[in-house]
């Protein structure tokens, strides 16, 4: 069995794996990397999901990489548009030669002697697993099981004569013309795919248990538009991208503030486009903004679906699934040849991988976070997870310049190892502060937060900046040992580090 050693294996070939690959080199150049990808293509979610209308709920001028511009005119893009930047970007770094397709990472080994990760592939076609080893693994494979999405189990789901499809595994030349489709749920794909289909399909309900906040937004950003036209590239993008951040601090900062106030705006909003009515009954939601997601629809497509009749909602339970439709609580039948579980994903920690230190298996729920990027007590690795409150790219990016600042800070100490070490700090509370039902069912498969930082998961894009950009790295919490010295050495020199 042929093994092969890297500086860096970078886990998932998607928007932050491709990202990360970019940062590497241009950042902490010189070093050995390859891109480890589960699938035969580049682009993750964005090559993944092939539903109706899939784009992004951020806008791209934020969801996009802060050291490639966002030129396309729409800033709410869809997944072509997406799949195609990741592409120019892979194309313009040279990244492409650095990917293996067919890689499914199973299981990562640490051994702190050889100071190096032994990372077990199972690779397409291929009965034997591969072994690659490294000094440094730096996981981009998301956040969620590619393989299926999540779905309930619906009684009488064997009885229904019609077709059942998760948007997460859409057949892409599948038509619904002339189709009654119930899509279930009410959440960002669900309100992607609701008005989508009413282009072809005779009527689209969506049915949900409970409201979610939507917000209408533009789909093309003027005042970026004309920037471009004046100003440097990236200086047009910088400070579109900055309006944008700084509104959604604000905007998230007064939902914690003042709940009620933006509550009530959000509503005056969603009234002046669909009326009183529709509102009362299917868009307030009994939560206050931002303990859940946002729904961000760009020029206000679900609304006009609803004022022209070709979509309805419905609020209501599932009791069971009929030949011709879903039976719901209140009795009513909603009939369908079609129904849509757009039910949710089913959320995984690194990919599912197996992690194990000097023998010694870890479990993730029994870790905590750390900064953000990184887990304790495992050496070497870092994790990207985006925010709940902002785009996803924003944190993957100050993720990836932090794993190039704390592999240069190593090469100039002549470090081999650097762990986050939380000896006798206290789990203090889940990985993520999310009401959301796919949130909640996942969270025993995440690591924990502490009281205090590091161990804290901020949702402060600019707070973050200054920690992982230009925070100093030996901060008694993440310890750096040389290849002379052992773990527990490094460990009880730094005061609160070891038992």
């Known amino acids: 069995m042929n093994t092969t050693h890297y500086d860096v294996l970078i886990v998932g070939a998607g928007l932050s794996g491709i990202g990360a690959a970019a940062h590497l080199q241009r950042r902490s150049p010189g070093r050995t990397y390859q891109i480890l990808e589960m699938r035969d293509a580049m682009g993750g979610t964005w090559d993944l999901f092939r539903y109706p209308g899939i784009r992004s709920d951020s806008d791209m001028h934020t969801l996009g990489f802060n050291f490639k511009p966002w030129k396309a005119e729409k800033a709410i893009a869809d997944g072509p548009a997406i799949r195609e930047y990741i592409h120019e970007t892979a194309d313009e770094y040279g990244v492409n030669p650095h990917i293996r397709y067919g890689h499914k990472v199973i299981r990562a080994s640490w051994d702190s002697a050889a100071a190096r990760w032994t990372v077990e592939v199972k690779v397409k076609g291929k009965r034997q697993h591969q072994k690659l080893t490294c000094n440094w693994l730096h996981m981009c494979a998301g956040y969620y099981k590619y393989e299926s999405g999540y779905t309930p189990e619906f009684a009488g789901r064997d009885d229904f004569e019609g077709d059942i499809i998760h948007p997460q595994l859409w057949p892409e030349d599948y038509d619904y013309s002339g189709k009654k489709v119930v899509v279930i749920g009410s959440g960002a794909t669900a309100m992607t795919v609701v008005p989508a289909m009413t282009d072809k399909a005779e009527h689209v309900t969506m ?92 020029d206000g497509d679900l609304f006009n679906a609803l004022n022209e009749k070709k979509a309805s909602v419905v609020t209501d339970h599932i009791d069971h699934f009929t030949k011709t439709g879903i039976k719901l609580k209140s009795g009513e039948e909603l009939e369908a040849d079609l129904i849509v579980t757009a039910t949710g994903l089913d959320l995984q920690f690194v990919g599912g991988a197996e992690m194990i230190v000097d023998g010694r298996k870890q479990e993730p729920n029994e870790l905590l976070n750390y900064r953000g990027a990184r887990v304790s007590n495992i050496p070497n690795m870092s994790t990207v997870f985006g925010y709940t409150n902002a785009s996803w790219t924003l944190r993957a990016d100050l993720t990836s310049e932090y794993m190039c600042k704390v592999l240069n800070h190593m090469e ?20 993520l502060d999310f009401s959301s039902g796919y949130v909640q069912r996942a969270l025993s498969r995440f690591p924990k937060q502490g009281e205090s930082a590091p161990w804290l998961i901020t949702q402060n894009y600019a707070r973050d900046i200054f920690l992982m950009r230009h925070g100093k790295l030996e901060d008694g919490a993440l310890v750096f040992r040389r290849a002379h010295e052992t773990v527990q050495d490094v460990a009880e020199a730094v005061p609160g580090a070891a038992e």
């Open 412 to 431: 100039r100490e002549n470090f081999v190892e650097a762990r986050p070490m939380a000896d006798g700090v206290e789990p203090a509370a889940d990985f």
């Open 207 to 298: 049915l949900q248990r409970s409201p979610t906040y939507v917000v209408s937004r533009p789909s093309v950003d003027k005042m970026a538009n004309r920037m471009r036209k004046f100003l440097p590239g990236m200086m047009a993008y910088g400070i579109t991208r900055w309006r944008n951040v700084l509104m959604q601090l604000f905007v998230y900062n007064q939902t914690r503030r003042r709940p009620q106030k933006v509550k009530d705006r959000l509503l005056d909003m969603t009234r002046e486009e669909i009326g009183d009515e529709l509102v009362e009954k299917h868009f307030t939601p009994e939560y206050n903004p931002w303990d859940q997601r946002l729904c961000l629809i760009p």
